[in-house]
């Protein structure tokens, strides 16, 4: 169904604290670059508080919002809308938690807005937009000519 | 399949179109009517998203009314799966190697 939540699930073995500082303080290490605004980003910085913006910096020094911190909650769960390229209204939300288990954390990630789109045709009350920040992320990889999976 | 509907979202007007028929299906001329372009500029850019598989068109007497096709939005949405998956990996193997708990 095009309008569930995108969910994904991994493990990871170090603790939620550890996780929780990658994700949101070591961003340009771990997101694929193919899928930024400038290709090589020399930082992605998450201001830590709720309201705090989500940047990418690229190497000549311009700024790129990507989005809006929504919770801040370290260590266990974080929220964001997230736009990338786009206006702040075109932002998805991406919901992210950290749970301790044996040997290390669970991680889980929801996207939501899918059902913006919905079926064709379909009348609809809401904005489409949330949905294109992704969409264009997934265009700068194909002008990059990558490949989608990657590793 | 769906690196066409991608690249055909790469345009803004297009991008406008189909948040414009996600409200429902549309006329030509009503989509027109809707953006700062021509009716032949909406009829080329509905003709790249229905070869994209993004759009399907039928024939209302004399008119094509134009609607998203459910598929291409669900192409998107498992292509945006597969970024994910990517990006997991990466997380697992930069978060399992900076790990201060572990020597």
């Not at chain 1, 604290?17 to 694929?32: E, G, L, M, S």
């Not at chain 1, 040997?103 to 789109?117: I, P, Y």
């Amino acid at each position: 169904m095009t309008d569930d939540p995108l969910v994904v699930e991994f493990e990871v073995a170090v603790g939620p604290a550890h996780a929780f500082d990658v994700w949101t303080r070591r961003p340009a290490a771990w997101w694929p670059a193919s899928h930024t605004v400038s290709k090589d980003p020399s930082a992605i910085t998450f201001e830590p508080r709720a309201g705090g913006r989500i940047v990418e910096r690229a190497p000549g020094g311009q700024e790129h919002q990507w989005g809006i911190v929504l919770d801040w909650q370290p260590p266990e769960r974080l929220r964001y809308a997230w736009h990338l390229f786009f206006d702040p209204s075109e932002a998805t939300e991406i919901e992210i938690t950290f749970t301790p288990v044996e040997g290390g954390t669970a991680v889980r990630l929801e996207q939501r807005g899918w059902d913006r789109l919905g079926a064709a045709g379909a009348p609809r009350r809401g904005q489409t937009a949330d949905v294109w920040g992704l969409v264009t992320a997934a265009y700068a990889d194909v002008c990059a000519g990558e490949s989608a999976a990657g590793a | 399949m769906h690196r066409d509907a991608l690249d055909a979202l790469g345009d803004p007007n297009r991008r406008a179109i189909v948040e414009i028929l996600s409200d429902g299906g549309r006329s030509v001329q009503q989509i027109a009517d809707e953006l700062p372009i021509s009716r032949p500029a909406v009829s080329r850019h509905l003709r790249l998203l229905k070869s994209a598989g993004l759009v399907e068109d039928q024939v209302d007497g004399t008119r094509h009314i134009y609607e998203l096709r459910d598929e291409g939005i669900e192409a998107i949405r498992r292509y945006f799966a597969e970024v994910w998956e990517t990006a997991a990996t990466r997380f697992r193997l930069v978060a399992e190697n900076t790990d201060p708990g572990r020597r």
